[in-house]
């Protein structure tokens, strides 16, 4: 009875009540899929049952590395991987940069139809986007039909079939799709910024500029730093739906990226599940890596943990 009559015991145990439910779901969602690792030590071939007797051990592992032809592809997937997460890398100030702008905006309706106008694109489906990209770009698009109608093209370019730029075109949907929910956490940000600090810079005959570059950046760097180091441990992780919808035998060379290598090693025909798995916990414990090389980055540069 000690227990119900001690305040900080019942607090805490009902804060740990309240946080149970999403417990269980990371424990039923991200931890239990982990159980199908297994098959990458073992030699599974679909739709016969799984049995010990196929265990291999680092059988598909070895494979990866010394096959010339999975190892070719997976050095080719790496490349196109590291590209497209470097050049979002390289450019990852623009939201906050957004979110700045958006702020110096005093007029609010027309502040509220930019955030929202460039909010919305993120919660499109991929494959939704590619329908717009199709209808802009396509033979018949509407970038064609304009051009040809002007007379600045000759012929119809299929922009969607070549393979020139790639990278960057991707990023260019992936920053569309993306800006305006990425800005949020920036906007939130700035709203929490002290307002005596603004009156003071007024006061002392700031201008806006200035007012930018020695308060509204300075109070930003923080987020963005930490915004910044998950993004190192997230390297690898692409995504996979963007790359899908876009793939076509034109552009697969520099568009598959690891996540959608490990998808189509799983659907091919026949489909080789073992070895999907095996690149797929490969990436996950680079994943975990580079988390903790971001962790140990961010205690020696801002004396602060990020986990």
């Known amino acids: 009875m000690k227990f119900f ?3 900080k015991k019942m607090r805490g145990y009902k804060e740990f009540l309240y946080i149970l439910p999403f417990l269980i779901l990371v424990l039923v969602f991200s931890y239990y899929p982990l159980y199908g690792w297994i098959y ?7 739709p016969l049952p799984f049995s010990w007797d196929s265990f291999v051990g ?7 590395f010394q096959n010339k032809s999975y190892a070719k592809q997976t050095l080719q997937v790496l490349r196109n991987t590291f590209a497209m997460s470097g050049i979002s890398f390289f450019f990852s100030w623009l939201p906050m940069f957004f979110a700045i702008m958006l702020n110096e905006v005093k007029r609010t309706r027309f502040r509220k139809f930019v955030q929202t106008a460039t909010t919305l694109p993120n919660f499109i489906s991929w494959v939704l986007v590619y329908s717009v990209a199709f209808l802009m770009m396509s033979n018949t698009g509407l970038f064609n ?9 000759d012929r119809p370019i299929d922009f969607l079939k070549s393979n020139e730029h790639i990278w960057f075109k991707m990023w260019l949907w992936l920053t569309w799709k993306n800006m305006g929910w990425a800005a949020i956490i920036y906007i939130a940000a700035i709203s929490g910024i002290d307002a005596e600090l603004y009156e003071a810079a007024k006061v002392d005959g700031a201008n806006r500029r200035q ?8 109070c930003l760097l923080p987020t963005f730093f930490v ?10 992780n692409n995504g996979m739906e963007q790359y899908f919808v876009f793939q076509n035998s034109w552009n697969r060379e520099h568009i598959q990226v690891l996540d959608l290598y490990v998808y ?3 659907t091919s ?6 070895v999907s798995t095996a690149l797929s916990m490969l990436k996950s414990i680079i994943s975990v890596v580079l988390l903790l090389a971001a962790n140990t980055m961010s205690k020696l540069l801002r004396k602060e943990s990020i986990i």
């Open 58 to 64: 680092l059988k598909w592992f070895k494979m990866l």
């Open 227 to 236: 915004i910044l180091l998950l993004n190192i441990s997230n390297f690898l």
């Open 145 to 153: 039909s304009v051009g040809m109608g002007l007379g600045i093209l």
């Open 264 to 266: 189509n090693l799983s």
């Open 269 to 274: 025909k026949p489909p080789v599940y073992s």
């Open 40 to 46: 990458a030590f073992f030699d599974y071939q679909p």
């Open 5 to 7: 009559h001690d305040k």
């Open 211 to 218: 007012i930018i570059r020695n308060i509204t950046l300075p």
